[in-house]
């Protein structure tokens, strides 16, 4: 089955192969010597902590390796990011730390510790051509590094765009709390942000970015691009009384893991869950299958660790719904992905996927009513199999259609045509908000 129109190249099996995307960390793919800095379009100059192949840090991966297809020719990335992945201490096979590589539409150089530290950094943003700087983390040590640089004069004031990922909802602040909250205000006072592009990914974190620093900073609504699954696999006809669940998502505290098995505690009738996902915090891993070992013989739950993102279409074909009744998503790549295969969806409000009863494909319910999760996998259970079978095309119908909607690709390049007018000399002038769009579909619909 062909991918659906409006992804970008990547997801339709051009540029960064499917198995790096899974990020094994077995090797760069594709590694071959970097093009030349790109000589046309707007070059942005990316720093993240990790990249492809990587896949452990979650979403900012997928989001910025999906932007780098879709954008191509017309906006040219340069990634400079760690030589590892999330919780991996061993370099990538292969990764030639300092030099540039090519990997799909983007060049990407991977740098050990010492090569992102401050003088680095400074020699590399002096001499590497670039109309803007893309940071996508606000609390990075990376970024606050090119923050501080930048106020100092050391480095070109080029144009900026920082996309926080989510780092300034409540439940994000919460973890390193002293610090996050330090460096917020220092830079507040000092106006290090002061002419920052801001760039979100829903409706709710503009509302965020705006809470704290200003209701009329520069900050753009631009939903991130889904990736495709590839072919579709057939999905097994549901049986009355029984329900298959699973859960992809990294084993950390923000993707409330426990809660959801706790919530499964008061269920009655016969469940199974699959827990797949790579483990951030192990103290929190023990607490989780501490969780699962309470729970009563009916529930059935198994912790798997990674899953290569080739095997995701045929675990999701297995399951009946998706259950991730998260405390924050600033996107949720897991749960569109979910839709595409066909696989309803059962997750907190916490997500900007919203209104998916109505939609018939899942439920969206507050994240602290454990009643109201507990009744939908009862209703899950209950479910014959030709409604079980509306829910899922009409799951897979919904995916469809965000995919194709145009907006999101629209509002990145404007994104980029903005900040690349706010620098010197750039000519377009300052930058202004892109307007939230009334959109049919997506996370940002109403």
Same mark, same amino acid.
């Given at each position: 089955m062909a991918a659906?129109?409006?992804?970008?190249?990547?997801?339709?099996?051009?540029?960064?192969?499917?198995?790096?995307?899974?990020?094994?960390?077995?090797?760069?793919?594709?590694?071959?010597a970097a093009d030349a800095p790109p000589t046309r379009g707007t070059r942005v100059l990316t720093f993240m902590d990790y990249y492809l192949p990587g896949f452990r840090a979650g979403g900012p991966i997928p989001a910025v390796a999906n932007l780098v297809e879709a954008l191509a020719p017309d906006v040219r990335f340069s990634v400079v990011t760690r030589d590892?992945?999330?919780?991996?201490?061993?370099?990538?096979?292969?990764?030639?730390?300092? &030099?540039?590589?090519?990997?799909?539409?983007?060049?990407?150089?991977?740098?050990?510790?010492?090569?992102?530290?401050?003088?680095?950094?400074m020699r590399l943003v002096r001499t590497e051509p670039h109309e803007v700087v893309y940071l996508n983390s #606000?609390?990075?040590?990376?970024?606050?590094?090119?923050?501080?640089?930048?106020?100092?004069?050391?480095?070109?004031?080029?144009? /900026?765009?920082?996309a926080p990922r989510g780092? #300034?909802?409540?439940?994000?602040?919460?973890?390193?709390?002293?610090?996050?909250?330090?460096w917020m205000a220092v830079s507040a006072r000092l106006g290090v942000c002061r002419d920052v592009v801001w760039q979100a990914s829903s409706a709710h974190e503009a509302e965020e970015i705006r809470a704290f620093w200003d209701a009329d900073v520069p900050t753009f609504l631009t939903p991130e691009l889904p990736s495709a699954l590839g072919p579709a696999v057939a999905r097994s006809p549901k049986r009355r009384g029984e329900v298959r669940l699973v859960s992809v998502a990294r084993i950390s505290r923000i993707k409330n893991?426990?809660?959801?098995?706790?919530?499964?505690?008061?269920?009655?009738?016969?469940?199974?869950? @699959?827990?797949?996902?790579?483990?951030?915090?192990?103290?929190?891993? @023990?607490?989780?299958?501490?969780?699962?070992?309470?729970?009563?013989?009916?529930?059935?739950?198994? #912790?798997?660790?990674?899953?290569?993102? @080739?095997?995701?279409? @045929?675990? /999701?074909?297995?399951?009946? &719904? #998706?259950?991730?009744?998260?405390?924050?998503e600033n996107y949720g790549h897991a749960i569109i992905e979910a839709m595409s295969a066909g696989c309803p969806v059962l997750i907190s409000d916490r997500t900007p996927w919203r209104a998916l009863e109505a939609r018939g494909v899942g439920w969206d319910l507050p994240v602290d009513d454990a009643g109201a999760f507990r009744a939908a996998v009862e209703r899950l259970a209950a479910m014959p199999a030709e409604e079980h079978a509306r829910f899922s095309a009409a799951a897979a119908a919904y995916a469809r259609e965000v995919a194709a909607d145009p907006g999101p690709l629209e509002q990145h390049r404007a994104l980029?045509?903005?900040?690349?007018?706010? &620098?010197?000399?750039?000519?377009?002038?300052?930058?202004?908000p892109v307007p939230v769009l009334a959109r049919r579909s997506g996370p940002c619909a109403s």
């Open positions: 659906p129109r409006g992804l970008p190249p990547a997801a339709r099996g051009g540029g960064v192969s499917a198995r790096a995307y899974a990020g094994r960390g077995e090797r760069v793919a594709p590694a071959r590892h992945d999330l919780g991996v201490d061993a370099p990538y096979p292969q990764a030639r730390r300092g &030099a540039w590589a090519q990997a799909g539409s983007a060049r990407v150089r991977y740098a050990s510790r010492w090569g992102l530290g401050a003088l680095p950094l #606000f609390f990075s040590r990376i970024s606050i590094r090119l923050l501080v640089l930048r106020w100092l004069g050391l480095v070109p004031r080029a144009g /900026l765009v920082v780092e #300034f909802a409540a439940a994000a602040l919460r973890t390193r709390r002293w610090r996050k909250r330090a893991i426990d809660g959801a098995l706790r919530m499964l505690a008061g269920v009655r009738t016969p469940v199974a869950l @699959e827990v797949y996902g790579p483990i951030e915090d192990a103290a929190y891993a @023990e607490e989780c299958r501490a969780a699962a070992a309470a729970l009563p013989a009916h529930v059935r739950v198994r #912790f798997h660790g990674e899953l290569p993102r @080739e095997r995701l279409p @045929e675990v /999701l074909a297995d399951a009946h &719904a #998706f259950y991730l009744p998260t405390l924050r980029f045509r903005a900040a690349r007018g706010a &620098a010197p000399g750039g000519g377009a002038g300052d930058p202004v």
